[in-house]
Nanobody, 119 residues
Framework: VQLQASGGGLVQAGGSLRLSCAAS????????MGWYRQAPGKQRELVAV???????????NYADSVKGRFTISRDNAKNTVYLQMNSLKPEDTAVYYC??????????WGQGTLVTVSS
């Protein structure tokens, strides 16, 4: 399964964007899916994760810096995971990557999508 991220762009501070991560196959091939970001000169960091399979399916977790502003969700029928980003700040500027994890297997990464928030 491959992942295709989209939805990045340029937005003013306070604005919103929705990122999409479309899987070429079923998202149920993953145990978890998430969004990471990497700002210039910084390490890649986890932004949000959603559990896809198991008894905790649908559970989510967020980095403290985005709690209350970002929402990760999934559309099983479209095999897509979304990241709704509201109240964007300049410090949210980064390349955003989606990720799929199947326990015991190498992680799958989508290509990055650039989000630029102007002040």
């Amino acid at each position: 399964v491959q992942l295709q991220a989209s939805g990045g762009g340029l937005v003013q501070a306070g604005g919103s964007l929705r990122l999409s991560c479309a899987a070429s196959g079923s998202i149920f091939s993953f145990n978890t899916m998430g969004w990471y970001r990497q700002a210039p000169g910084k390490q890649r960091e986890l932004v949000a994760v959603i559990i896809i399979t198991g008894s905790s399916a649908g559970s989510t977790n967020y980095a403290d810096s985005v709690k209350g502003r970002f929402t990760i969700s999934r559309d099983n029928a479209k095999n897509t995971v979304y990241l709704q980003m509201n109240s964007l700040k300049p410090e949210d500027t980064a390349v955003y990557y989606c990720n799929g994890v199947t326990w015991g297997r190498p992680q799958i990464w989508g290509q990055g999508t650039l989000v630029t928030v102007s002040s």
